[in-house]
């Protein structure tokens, strides 16, 4: 691990104890902060990872992990076995933030095998379907293109919502005024059939679910099927988000609170040096948010559509946290780093997939 880590844990772990390192206030508190699961022990499931960025579960319990810039594709067992099953074509790197990213496996897999990814290509990002069989991958059709890439602010989070349909993040691509852009498919979050195209109900009649979103990576669904999103600011404030359907949520008018007519404001929002967010998932009353330049794990509990007090777990403990998934039918998250990229600085294969139990 880097070396100013064991630097800061004395520090943060007293500033934490302080109740300092929370985020800021959105739009509300949560009627109760009462705890009632937090993470109680954590441990390594998988090492010897470059960059995993994109997880999504198979009905037998095992997941496929993606790797953003080898472009692979791996079948991780609960037991730890860690099995290669295949390469995604038509991928390029932007020698920043591309490549391949999310990947979403179909609730339908059992009948049609498919598996769902976003990647960047030699014209911009797209969202394509493969076949895995139970032991590699096949094909390659693309569903959705014309999503522009930039050497950063690509999003790339893919995920199943509880209505059966494809939702996925898309960033601005570097070029703020798409954001505001309803025509544009960046700064968006999407939202689409099996087949890429528009979602029955989509508030444009398009693929544009919400916009005004600059580098959103994190999608989950609550208890209650409500839709909530995390979303890289730029130098000031990272944002947690309640999304309803045609909504703005305020970038590049907006990065955080604002009183601007027609913006929604986030829930949460944080300094960009506590968080800086990737993925989020929802367990047993609660949003677990992975933070990347803040290096920790961060638990928002929810009551309705109101996100109460936030706390950090794990600071500068592993590095950059890239993504968190709730194991299926268990109180435990699977967490994975991403500290062989450029702002991690260590080499290929120091990166981990760990598992925290929650009490």
């Known amino acids: 691990m880097k070396s100013h880590r064991n630097l800061v844990v004395a520090a943060t772990a007293a500033a934490l104890a302080a109740g300092l390192l929370v985020g800021t206030a959105g739009t509300g508190n949560a009627s109760s902060d009462r705890v009632d699961s937090a993470p109680s022990s954590i441990k390594t499931v998988s090492s010897g990872w470059s960059i995993p960025w994109g997880l999504s579960w198979l009905p037998d319990g095992s997941a496929l992990i993606t790797e953003r810039d080898s472009f692979k594709v791996f079948k991780l067992t609960q037991s730890g076995t860690k099995t290669q099953v295949g390469t995604v074509p038509n991928v390029v790197t932007t020698s920043g933030e591309g490549g391949l990213l999310g990947i979403a496996v179909s609730p339908n897999w059992n009948t049609d095998h498919y598996v769902y990814l976003m990647h960047t290509a030699s014209e911009g990002n797209r969202i394509a379907r493969m076949t895995f069989d139970g032991s590699s991958l096949s094909g390659y059709t693309t569903l959705v293109s014309g999503i522009k890439k930039n050497k950063y602010h690509n999003g790339g989070r893919l995920k199943f919502g509880p209505d059966g349909y494809l939702y996925a993040t898309a960033g601005d691509a570097q070029t703020s005024d798409l954001a505001q852009d309803k025509n544009a498919l960046n700064g968006k979050i999407l939202r689409m059939t099996t087949d890429g195209k528009p979602a029955p109900g989509n508030p444009f009649g398009t693929l544009v679910y919400s916009y005004g979103h600059r580098n959103p990576q994190g999608l989950t669904w609550d208890s209650a099927g409500r839709l909530w999103e995390a979303e890289l600011g730029n130098s000031t404030y990272d944002e947690l988000n309640l999304i309803e359907p045609g909504k703005n ?25 506590e968080a800086s967010p990737s993925g989020v998932t929802y367990a047993d009353g609660a949003l677990y948010m992975a933070a990347l330049k803040g290096e920790r794990l961060w638990r ?60």
């Not at 794990?314 to 450029?342: C, F, H, I, M």
């Open 249 to 273: 949520y305020g970038w590049p008018t907006c990065e955080g609170s604002c009183s601007t007519s027609g913006m929604t404001n986030p829930k949460r929002q944080w300094s960009t040096g």
């Open 300 to 359: 928002i509990p929810v009551d309705g559509t109101s996100a109460g007090t936030p706390k950090a777990y794990y600071v500068s403990e592993y590095g950059r946290q890239r993504t968190v998934e709730t194991v299926p039918g268990k109180n435990t998250l699977w967490l994975s780093t991403t500290n062989a990229d450029n702002n991690g600085g260590e080499p290929d294969g120091a990166d981990k997939v760990f598992q925290v139990e929650l009490k």
